[in-house]
């Protein structure tokens, strides 16, 4: 069975970085092909894909938000950590990471999801 | 920059079929392949449909999706419905990013 779930503040203040957590299990991403990604959903809005990184340590991110955005793994710890600079009111949001499936550039499954609130 | 379409919502009664459409801004749909998530109330989303036309295990064959070429678009078609399946859809491609559509609600009363 593939979990993955998401940890790290529900509250930062306007300006702070934000630091995700994605801890899965299930599957390895020293796998060939594989590679974890986070998209996040601000309330009632849509999914927005926001960067992914593959078992290689190729990293892929949003081209809207590529300054803002870092993505690394620790393949013995099977974690996958997000860290998004100068938050904003805007970027609240339910932040999801998923497992990223090669060739037909898929997201399954998906983690339960994590609401960060952007506010002083 | 590539973008998918969807209509905003639609409805239809129990055991019916809905489709639901997802039109591609450029390029052709077809050069990769697209995804369909569910995304119920207060959850995450779950795949319904991936590669265009496949079904995860677990989902009933009440789903199907397909490409059409001539109109740059792909659709979710849903038979049988059933009111579990009110829910969120969102397509999904690649263009040297991930896109997703804007979503759709299915409302089934």
């Known amino acids: 069975q593939i979990t993955l779930k998401e940890s790290g503040p529900t509250l930062v203040k306007p300006t702070q970085t934000l630091t995700l957590t994605c801890t899965f299990s299930?599957?390895?991403?020293?796998?060939?092909?594989?590679?974890v990604g986070w998209i996040r959903q601000p309330p009632g809005k849509a999914l927005e894909w926001l960067a992914l990184i593959y078992w290689d340590d190729d990293k892929r991110y949003s081209p809207s938000l590529k300054s803002r955005l870092t993505i690394t793994k620790d393949t013995s710890k099977n974690q996958v950590v997000l860290t998004m600079t100068n938050m904003d009111p805007v970027d609240t949001a339910t932040y999801y990471c998923?497992?990223?499936?090669?060739?037909?550039?898929?997201?399954?499954?998906w983690g339960q999801g994590t609401l960060v609130t952007v506010s002083s | 920059n590539f973008m998918l379409t969807q209509p905003h919502s639609v409805s239809e009664s129990p055991g019916k079929t809905v489709t639901i459409s997802c039109t591609g801004s450029s390029g052709s749909i077809a050069s990769n392949y697209v995804q369909w998530y569910q995304q119920r109330p207060g959850s995450a989303p779950t795949t319904v449909i991936y590669?265009?036309?496949?079904?995860p295990s677990g989902v009933p064959d009440r789903f199907s999706g397909s490409i059409d070429s001539s109109s740059n678009s792909a659709s979710l078609t849903i038979s049988g419905l059933k009111t579990e399946d009110e829910a969120d859809y969102y397509c999904q491609s690649y263009d040297s990013r991930w896109v997703f559509g804007g979503g759709t609600k299915l409302t089934v009363l």
């Open positions: 299930g599957f390895s991403l020293s796998t060939s092909g594989v590679g």
């Open positions: 590669e265009d036309n496949q079904r």
């Open positions: 998923a497992r990223g499936l090669p060739i037909s550039f898929w997201f399954d499954p």
